[in-house]
């Protein structure tokens, strides 16, 4: 597991990044291959017969490599027995950067990749979709992406599709804990009415620790600021989280260990399970894993507050020029994955959240997930992240 969340890679943004202007935001419309934007969905278009093959780059853990190759790829080759599909993985992504550098080289001179496919261990695939390296998704393409949150499908333009994700939820201990806040402003008043009990952890080494700071911020932004700060550095508008800092900076006395943050996200499950702090903000994902081990005591519940947190879709992207037939393929076959189904065995394989709405999920998953919610904040982009992480050094601790 990547613990370190929505992390961009700085060598994949620097490359694509100097090519946005020879690739511009019209390049490859040609190579969508039918997908028409607006479209609605409607039944699985993709019949037994097709047949063919692709690339497909998979960055990430061993969990991600085994939930392709022993239960997605096969369960998708007894559906569609003729279509084949050429799994390159690697392993912690550690060539994520020259194989998005080779893409992004690629949409520049209108050829083919090599790879119908990608999967980044980082946010590689969202900055490159963000940089419109890819082929749009349209619900006549791909019917089940009508199912993904629009708000998933808002960070990259409608330029990939997630297949799971993981979100920051509030923990807390139910045995102590009888009415957990439902609210952040509950949640900061039961801080400071409960010392030294709740923990988040610096956002420098763990996404949870982030996205708590960024909902605290953004009770003083506008709407229309939050947006703005999602996908652009505008450092203008950052000069509005003064109150924000301010809030955080009086939690210091009531934070666990009088102001002490743990360095990620795993050290705040540690002092959850330990019983050292009753309240935390954890990643949904770690945190269901880490109760199906034991790691985590049964009376730890998981909840979701108004404004809901960020959350961190795992994004797949069919680069621009990918040839007709393939996208074709390509689009069975990510349906496919988006299909009920199919998104339950992710979330059983790797503890994460679905891709499609909860609410379409099976009674288990439901019952697993629904005290979460659906509704995610949009996070903020990278370079307004590092400026964030800078400011609350500066002014919190």
């Known amino acids: 597991m990547v613990v370190k969340r929505r992390r961009l890679l700085v060598g994949a943004g620097a490359a694509v990044s100097c090519l946005t202007l020879s690739v511009g935001f019209g390049a490859g419309v040609s190579a969508a291959a039918g997908r028409t934007a607006h479209a609605k969905a409607h039944a699985n278009p993709y019949p037994?017969?097709?047949?063919?093959?692709?690339?497909?780059?998979?960055?990430?853990?061993?969990?991600?490599?085994?939930?392709?190759?022993?239960?997605?790829?096969?369960?998708?080759?007894?559906?569609?027995?003729?279509?084949?599909?050429?799994?390159?993985?690697?392993?912690?992504?550690?060539?994520?950067?020259?194989?998005?550098?080779?893409?992004?080289?690629?949409?520049?001179?209108?050829?083919?990749?090599?790879?119908?496919l990608l999967e980044s261990a980082t946010n590689a695939v969202e900055l490159a979709a963000r940089q419109r390296l890819f082929i749009p998704v349209t619900t006549k393409a791909i019917p089940n992406s009508a199912?993904?949150?629009?708000?998933?499908?808002?960070?990259?333009?409608?330029?990939?599709?997630?297949?799971?994700?993981?979100?920051?939820?509030?923990?807390?201990?139910?045995?102590?804990?009888?009415?957990?806040?439902?609210?952040?402003?509950?949640?900061?008043s039961w801080i400071k009415a409960n010392p030294g009990k709740f923990a988040y952890c610096n956002p420098s080494g763990g996404g949870s620790g982030q996205y708590f700071i960024e909902d605290?911020?953004?009770?003083?932004?506008?709407?229309?600021?939050?947006?703005?700060?999602?996908?652009?550095?505008?450092?203008?508008?950052?000069?509005?989280?003064?109150?924000?800092?301010?809030?955080?900076?009086?939690?210091?006395?009531?934070?666990?260990?009088?102001?002490?943050?743990?360095?990620?996200?795993?050290?705040?499950?540690?002092l959850l399970g330990s019983g050292a702090v009753q309240m935390a903000v954890v990643w949904s994902d770690q945190s269901t894993s880490a109760l199906?081990?034991?790691?985590?005591?049964?009376?730890?519940?998981?909840?979701?507050?108004?404004?809901?947190?960020?959350?961190?879709?795992?994004?797949?992207?069919?680069?621009?020029?990918?040839?007709?037939?393939?996208?074709?393929?390509?689009?069975?076959?990510?349906?496919?994955?988006?299909?009920?189904?199919?998104?339950?065995?992710?979330?059983?394989r790797l503890a994460g959240f679905p891709a499609i709405k909860v609410s379409l999920m099976t009674a288990t998953v439901k019952s697993e997930f629904t005290a979460l919610g659906e509704a995610e904040s949009l996070p903020y982009s990278a370079q307004v992240v590092s400026d964030m992480e800078r400011v609350w050094q500066q002014d919190v601790p």
Do not use: C
């Open 48 to 116: 037994k017969s097709l047949h063919g093959g692709f690339a497909f780059y998979s960055g990430g853990d061993t969990n991600v490599e085994q939930l392709w190759q022993d239960v997605l790829i096969p369960s998708f080759n007894r559906a569609y027995p003729h279509i084949k599909i050429n799994y390159v993985f690697s392993e912690h992504g550690t060539n994520d950067v020259t194989t998005l550098d080779r893409v992004a080289q690629a949409v520049k001179n209108h050829q083919s990749s090599g790879f119908a």
């Open 292 to 348: 199906q081990d034991g790691q985590l005591p049964k009376s730890v519940k998981l909840t979701d507050i108004t404004p809901a947190f960020a959350g961190s879709p795992v994004y797949l992207g069919v680069p621009k020029y990918t040839p007709k037939n393939q996208v074709r393929l390509v689009d069975a076959f990510l349906n496919f994955i988006l299909s009920v189904p199919q998104q339950a065995k992710v979330v059983k």
């Open 216 to 270: 605290v911020l953004n009770q003083y932004l506008s709407k229309s600021a939050v947006n703005t700060l999602a996908f652009n550095h505008a450092t203008s508008l950052e000069a509005g989280w003064s109150k924000g800092m301010a809030v955080l900076h009086s939690l210091n006395s009531d934070v666990y260990g009088n102001g002490t943050y743990p360095a990620g996200n795993t050290q705040v499950l540690t």
């Open 147 to 188: 199912n993904v949150p629009s708000a998933s499908m808002a960070v990259v333009k409608n330029d990939a599709v997630p297949y799971r994700g993981s979100k920051v939820v509030l923990a807390y201990n139910s045995a102590t804990v009888k009415n957990p806040p439902k609210t952040l402003a509950q949640l900061l």
